[in-house]
């Protein structure tokens, strides 16, 4: 485990590196002994500096849920990070391309919720009950730690890679539609870069939402009514440049769709 102080450093160097969009090298490289417990002390403390900052957490992103992703990734485990109401955007917006390093974009669902969840003991039912409803959603991956060799640590430690996310579409409730069944088609400036379905996330997307319920209740937390859950990307990370246009096609639930300017 890491001394308080030199967690403290690591959240303040990233909270520099979000500011000034330069990563800094990697934390496994420099701190061998480094463990995921010492990566959730700092992205805690890389959150509440932004909370004291004035950002506002709205909600919380799991990352690394399917195949897809454990496969770009070489990670085998899920991770999880905040998500600030800055980060929030709405579909057909423009994105500033170079106010995130190195961007791609996954195809998620969000589950939005009614009721808070506190694990542990959390299951698919619980989730599904205290769920208002389910959006489609883009991901934008934003890195403030280099990419080259990164582990699950260096992941963590980074907010889980969350940069943005797009919302848009047709909200659902969840038990309107067969939610292992939503598939959807990623275009970049018009042609299909990536397809997938839901049921890629763990089986159900909302098997995600109750492994973090259960995960965060050990750090002493849990999800509250009004969060925004990012439930895990069913595509592989898809590299955006400026001028691209991303359009993700979500059949019956709609569209969402933003240009990187």
């Known amino acids: 485990m890491l001394?308080?102080?030199?967690i403290e450093a690591i959240a303040d160097e990233l909270v520099e590196a979000g500011r000034t969009r330069t990563p800094v090298p990697l934390l496994t490289a420099r701190y061998p002994g480094m463990t995921v417990e010492d990566s959730y002390a700092v992205q805690q403390l890389w959150r509440r500096r932004n909370e004291e900052a004035g950002r506002t957490l709205v909600g919380r992103k799991i990352g690394l849920t399917s195949k897809a992703m454990q496969a770009a990734t070489g990670?085998?485990?899920?991770?999880?990070?905040?998500?600030f109401d800055d980060m929030v955007l709405d579909t057909g917006c423009s994105v500033q391309w170079d106010r995130y390093t190195h961007p791609r974009v996954e195809v998620e669902l969000a589950f939005v919720l009614k009721d808070g969840l506190k694990g542990p003991g959390v299951t698919i039912f619980d989730v599904l009950k205290a769920t208002d409803y389910v959006v489609p959603a883009l991901e934008i991956l934003d890195s403030r730690i280099e990419m080259e060799g990164r582990t699950i640590v260096d992941t963590i430690s980074d907010n889980a890679a969350m940069g943005a996310m797009v919302i848009g579409g047709n909200p659902v409730k969840p038990d309107?539609?067969?939610l292992r069944w939503v598939s959807a088609i990623l275009y970049k400036n018009q042609t299909v870069e990536e397809t997938g379905v839901a049921a890629g996330v763990l089986d159900h997307p909302a098997?995600?939402?109750h492994w973090l319920a259960n995960k965060i209740a050990a750090h002493g937390d849990s999800l509250k009514a009004g969060d925004i859950i990012l439930a895990g990307s069913?595509?592989?990370?898809m590299w955006v440049y400026k001028g691209d246009t991303v359009h993700a096609d979500y059949?019956?639930?709609g569209s969402v769709t933003c240009r990187f300017e």
């Open 3 to 6: 001394e308080p102080t030199t």
């Open 75 to 83: 990670i085998t485990e899920p991770d999880y990070g905040a998500i």
């Open 176 to 178: 309107a539609v067969d």
């Open 207 to 209: 098997n995600g939402v």
């Open 234 to 237: 069913f595509t592989r990370p």
């Open 251 to 253: 059949g019956p639930l």
